[in-house]
């Protein structure tokens, strides 16, 4: 098991590396001059020239990027020439909304997806799993930001349940906060379910197809244990992978949710830094949501581990 | 003798295909008394692992099952399922063919074992494991206790198919099914697996049906044997006489597909020549009338019926029966 542990530690260095890389060619690419930014048209050809050389920008481009890389190692991920904030401040100012977006989304995508695929395979063909099969379909071609729509329209202006826009943090007022994010979290919801249910369902639809399910059946066992215990573990290997790719996309926010819903996430950091040509943000912000990603792939990979035993005794 | 445990009646088992429906048994009966031990034979696709899934109640959801399967006093076929549920694991039990797919690869052994004697008998926790550790030495597993806390990849086939008999005889069933219980296993462990069920049976008291398509199985462990072939009936005895002296020509011609280890080398085996017929397309006459080399034209016209000659309890469906051993081998 350690061992593992050790082998999934040690392949995550060369993505992180491919990571940087790319995040840091992206934000070198595009184009406009980074002095010419700071300093605005109304810049002398001299001082743009000295700001480019304090800045390191006449250097070669992999000069540039160890450069870059040993100050991201050591922690340092840049300031923003607008702000002054560091990238880790703005980060860790941001990241608590996209996180706990991200929390409630997916329990949500769980909440209704997981149910919803266990009914449907144990009666498959049948009208219920017809139903939620269409259903699931009708869903996954809806944008999120006509669910958005939708939602604020039927719970905040119709019925006035809850909030359409807005934020407080979960400290100040807990219960508001949660209120706040309630929609945006069934919106996002709403499109991940989808995809929880459908790959849950032709996996529990295969599982039941095996020999283990009909001794199962043969020992008497009650149709819930035969269903929760027997199958839907062999089953949820897809759907952890499918759950973790998700939450490593709204690790990084969302761009149209949060605009929508007016939540200051990562997304709404991300949009501002992109209108504000803030390259230090944005190059800083892609690099740590994709490690955020890689951590997540490197817990589902033990996620694995821990829901088959042979995958953890090094058997498959 | 007693009134039957189990009683077969007419059973018919159809299955769709997209060729037409499939009959995989066609109007079976068959009858097995508490503690005795019937074997089923035939060759692959006959119908006798159909035939003990309508046993068990587990055919696939499109199969049409008719006819009436009686256990210990009731119809299997029109139980509720609430009640077939209570009924399988304690009084009918099943061990499959392969040991490698029939244990669920997530959960321990322990628990495989314990969830079926807790959903059967009052037992709690502590006596559950008890008991699964006097199972699992039983059917001569050792270090039982540790084993518990171990998955099936962690042991062999042979090791596998020990502790999916000892679940099958957790809850002391009065009717043990074992379907091909050594087909995918080495041949060194297939006797000491059919020893131990052999035992098991014996110590316990218990009816077992022994599915398998090698005669030299059931030879001296059952007390019945019934050949199956396209989902029928071909002959049924009690063991020694049928090996005394069998009337089918397909019985024999089974059993002279058997390699003979004093053979020459080199040998051709005696295969049986042609195909099972397809069974989308029933034939009119003797569904082994094409490749029996005794058939006449009364067999393509005609089905015969499972009667019975001289004995009584030695049944065939044959309009030409071999009469005398000499016709063994070849």
Known sequence: MLNFVVRRLLA??????????????????????LALVILGDQATPENVAALRRDMGLDQPLWWRYLNWLGQVLQGDFGRSFRTGQTVLQAVAERIPVSLQLMLMAEFLGLLIGVPVAIACAARAGGAFDRFMTGSAFAMLSMPSFLVAILLIFLFAVELHWLPATG?????????????????????????????IMRVLRSDMIATLQEDYIALAKAKGLKPARILFVHALKPSSLTLVTVTGINIGRLLGGTLIVESIFALPGIGRLLVGAIYTRDLVILQGVVLLVACGFVIVNFIVDMLYAVLDPRIRHGHA | MSAPLLTIADVTVELPTPRGNLRAVDHVDLSLEAGRTLGIVGESGCGKTMLSRAVLQLLPKKAKLTGRVMFDGQDLVRLAPESLRRL???????????????????????????????????????????RSIELLAAVGIPAPEQRLGQYPHQCSGGMRQRIAIAIALSCEPKLLIADEPTTA??????????????????????AMIIITHDLGVVAGRADEVAVMYAGRVAERAPTSALFKRMHMPYTEALLAAIPKLDAAPHTPLPAISGRPPDPTRPLRGCSFAPRCRYATGRCREAKPAL?????????YACFHPIQMAEGVGA
């Open chain 1, 12 to 33: 995550m260095l060369p993505v992180l590396l491919a990571v940087s890389l790319l995040t840091f060619l992206i934000a070198s690419l595009l184009p406009g001059d």
């Open chain 1, 167 to 195: 934020y407080v943090p979960f400290t100040e007022a807990p219960l508001s906060n949660l209120r706040f994010f309630v929609l945006p979290a069934l919106t996002l919801a709403l499109a991940e379910w989808p995809g």
């Open chain 2, 88 to 130: 399988r694991g304690r009084d009918l039990a099943v061990v499959f063919q392969d040991p490698m797919t029939s244990l669920n690869p997530v959960l321990t052994i322990g628990t495989q074992l314990m969830e079926t004697i807790q959903e059967h008998l009052e037992l709690d926790a502590p006596e559950a494991r008890k």
């Open chain 2, 185 to 206: 296993l080495d041949v060194t462990i297939q006797a000491q697996i059919l020893d131990l069920l052999a035992r098991e049976q014996r110590r316990r008291h218990m």
């Open chain 2, 307 to 315: 009667t019975s000659a001289e004995m009584p309890d030695h049944l």
